[in-house]
């Protein structure tokens, strides 16, 4: 029923958070017939080993109803870059090489402009031609300065909407500069006017955009509450005319799916650690709601969340259309009990 091409599954060093098998179980009882894993893992998915490792993880899971694919990451080394590219084609459950063009958990930022161009450069000259998703947040258009964990909005001050801007901008003429001719893919997108960039340079490039839900329900007035912290995510939630006009750019066709970046961390990890990431396997239901109360057609709601998605990745993924249980996974906070309320109402 959904695909799900942005989660973080956890497990190896962080299966207190959460391990494979849990999250496919989740995305199972969800509705969701495929998910694809991102690589800044504990240890983070770099070359061939960590990849079986997580395929067999899968594999072992017991759950044969959700298909598992698995970006594999970069670093600002060209030789490993070459090995991301060989495994790309070598296994078909890596679905796409992931830079961080920003550093964020766990640290696989790529944050010089000359080490991002030789990412291009390098697969411009091996002829890769598959899927670059980019977490894009500029270092320099940040001020760490202005973060304070008790004061949970100073993360949205700290990390503004121009970072976003101006890495998006820089792939853009990184991937033009070295003639990509690969399938540029913009994670998690969240501001507008980032949007719009996007839009132009598909002119251009083979480009797309998706975002997550909590950037279409939730504006940054949530981390103002008694449990700000928790919503703490990275790109940081904007403000509530940014949210309006994300559902707007969704509406008219500008941002190509939904992805909800799900990325478990314990309660502990959030208060005391003040990690980034929330939480969004569980809720697919609920976003198909919010999308419908929103007044998207279930024909525009199937294209956003299974077959554009499917196309672009040129996966061989059949929708289940199995019914969703009503099945409770406590992560220890519930991020949607507002929205909830707010659909019953209407």
Known sequence: MYIDCHVHLRDFNEKYKETIK??????????????????????????????????????????KEVSYYLYIGLTSNREQVKHAIDLAREYTEVIGIKMYAGHSTNNLGIIKEEDQQMI???????????????HCEKESNMNHKLWNHSKPFTHCLARPEKAEIESIKDQIKFAELYNFKGKLHIAHISS????????????????????CPHHLIFDWSKMFNEH?????VNPPLRSDNSRKKMLDHLK??????????????SVKDKINNHLSG????????????????????????EKLTFSNVMERFELDVDKSRRKTKDRTYDYGFNYYESLEEELNEV
Do not use: Q
């Open 228 to 232: 700000g912290i928790m919503y703490k």
């Open 252 to 265: 008219e066709g500008k941002i190509n799916w939904i992805e909800t970046d799900h990325a478990p961390h």
């Open 278 to 301: 929330i939480i969004g396997l569980p809720h697919w239901p609920l976003f198909h709601e919010f999308l419908r109360k929103n007044n998207f057609s279930e024909d525009e709601i």
């Open 192 to 211: 507008p006017r980032a949007v719009e960039i996007v839009n132009k340079a598909k002119s251009k490039l083979d480009i797309s955009c998706g975002v």
């Open 120 to 134: 291009y450069e390098t697969l411009a000259n091996e002829g890769y031609e598959g899927i670059l998703a980019v």
């Open 22 to 63: 849990h999250g496919l179980e989740v995305a199972l009882d969800s509705g969701v017939d495929a998910v694809c894993d991102m690589p800044n893992t504990n240890p983070p998915i770099l070359n061939e080993g960590t990849v079986k490792e997580r395929i067999s993880l899968a594999k072992n899971s017991g759950v």
